[in-house]
């Protein structure tokens, strides 16, 4: 990536850097003009061709690899092969979503309503990630960046730099090869700052936020339009009538997936008394360690300290697990830990999210019971976000889409994998996911390549459609008179 020339100093002056970030945002802006052109010329044929040669340059099966070590390396937390499946298969998946869309020019054409949608871009995108995921999440926004004819400037956190700078060489590579602007996808040159992070957010024209609770905060008071997303703490319901083999093991998938790194993690299980027994068996048969009350409290203290969660023990595997918590000889061998809790709220830390291969276990006496205790979980922590049911009752599904704020309930699903879209949902393939107002987000989906667009409404006439009075206030005046 090209640097800036220091500026000279005065005498006696200290050297200041320049800020780098004006020079990103001007070549963004450069590389977009030539897009726009490319775009006029070769359709959406040629947008297609940009997020198909972004997708390639993670999804080819030596860079999943290769930057899935790396980012475990750098990172310290995760699991290298849960991260080349993600690298691949969140990446496949989107490829499949924005492949089937049509993204400029003319999107949609309501004729009986007089109105034509045109699909523009937004302008250079500010996509803040996180260190969980330092390549898919950039290959992600950068993918539906693209497909809307915009740049895209990635900021990751300090601590990912050095796995997200070679997953963003590659996409550059890779544009580069199809005869494309490498600078519609830049990062921040390290060190990454605070200070630059907020510039970038202050100059872009649209900032995407996956990380921390503090950057999305920060993105909202950037000035600019921004789609931040929220905390995770996913609680998931087994009730009476669940296939308990079924839901155990799709648990186990999902819990174990990378160390627990994603936000649509399994939190807690709230089980029904009537199958409480059945359904512990069925986890344990699935490599759960159900934490003796000894174990438990030593999991408590040891998995927060100060407040904040312990470094040794978030995104690492069950050995650093059964070492940390000095758990007993029949811990050794297993896959996650479950750890009974009755309360919920701060003074109950088993009650919030954990992300590590902890799972929470509440007994219900009933349906009902679960539900309220769903319900008071995301009351403490990740309203909004997601939550999960296993059962082969569909009005328990129903019910619990009806009473929880959240944003999405999955029924007999593997939460991890589900969540972010899956091959058997309809949900869009994402790593980020809006909860709404309910975490203070503008967003009430999964982030998708709609919201990288502009739409310009071409309004004409049409037969003129006004009821009479009486179609409108006739009911009203009717029950309540004039």
């Known amino acids: 990536m090209m640097q800036d020339t220091p500026a000279k100093s005065k005498p006696g002056e200290t050297s200041v850097p320049p800020d780098p970030v004006p020079a990103l945002v001007e070549r963004a802006r450069a590389a977009m003009a030539i897009y726009a052109h490319q775009i006029e010329t070769g359709g959406q044929a040629r947008i297609d061709e940009a997020v198909t040669a972004l997708a390639w340059s993670l999804y080819k099966p030596e860079n999943a690899r290769r930057l899935a070590e790396i980012a475990v390396e750098v990172t310290g937390i995760g699991e290298v092969e849960s991260k080349v499946v993600k690298n691949q298969r969140k990446t496949f998946g989107t490829l499949r979503d924005l492949l089937r869309v049509k993204s400029t020019g003319i999107i949609e054409e309501v004729p009986e309503k007089g109105l034509v949608k045109y699909a523009k871009p937004v302008g250079v995108v500010a996509a803040i990630s996180p260190s969980t995921n330092p390549s898919a999440t950039p290959v992600n926004k950068a993918m539906m960046a693209l497909k809307g004819g915009n740049a895209i400037i990635i900021a990751p956190p300090p601590t990912a730099w050095g796995a997200s700078r070679p997953t963003v060489d590659l996409m550059r590579a890779e544009l580069r090869k199809i005869g494309l602007p490498e600078d519609l996808v830049q990062i921040l040159p390290a060190p990454v700052t605070r200070e630059a992070t907020t510039r970038l957010m202050e100059l872009s024209d649209l900032v995407a936020c996956t990380g921390s609770q503090v950057n999305v905060r920060q ?32 648990i186990m998938l999902s819990k174990t997936f990378d160390h627990a790194t994603s936000c649509s993690s399994e939190n807690a299980l709230v089980v029904v008394d009537a199958v409480y027994d059945r359904a512990i068996a069925a986890l344990e048969k699935q490599g759960g360690y159900l934490a003796t009350s000894e174990e438990r409290e030593r999991i408590v203290t040891r998995l927060w300290q100060d407040g904040k969660l312990n470094r040794s023990v978030i995104a690492q595997g069950p050995e650093a697990l059964i070492d940390v918590f000095e758990l007993g000889p029949k811990a050794q061998g297993c896959s996650f830990v479950m750890a009974e809790e009755k ?58 889409a009806e009473d929880i704020d959240v944003v999405r309930v999955l029924v007999n699903q593997a939460h991890t ?21 309910w975490q203070a987000n503008s967003l009430s989906d999964n982030l998708n390549w709609r919201c990288f667009v502009n739409i310009t409404h071409l309004v004409t006439t049409i037969p003129e459609d006004k009821p009479e009075e009486s179609e409108l206030f006739g009911g009203y005046w009717a029950k309540f008179g004039k």
């Not at 009351?379 to 129903?398: F, L, N, V």
């Open 219 to 250: 993105s909202y008071r950037s000035g600019k339009p921004a789609l931040g997303v929220g905390l995770g703490n996913v609680p998931v319901i087994v009730d009476d009538t669940a296939d308990l083999d079924d839901a155990a093991h799709k």
């Open 343 to 400: 309360g919920i709220g701060k003074a109950h830390p088993l009650s919030g999210e954990k992300l590590s291969l902890v799972l929470t276990v509440y007994r219900a006496r009933d349906f009902q019971h679960a539900k309220r205790i769903v319900r008071d979980i995301l009351d403490y922590q990740g309203k909004g976000h997601s939550c999960g049911i296993h059962t082969m009752t569909p009005e328990h599904a129903r019910e619990l």
């Open 417 to 437: 994998f589900g969540n972010g879209g899956g091959f058997n949902n309809g949900l869009p393939f994402t790593l980020s996911m809006g909860c709404g107002t």
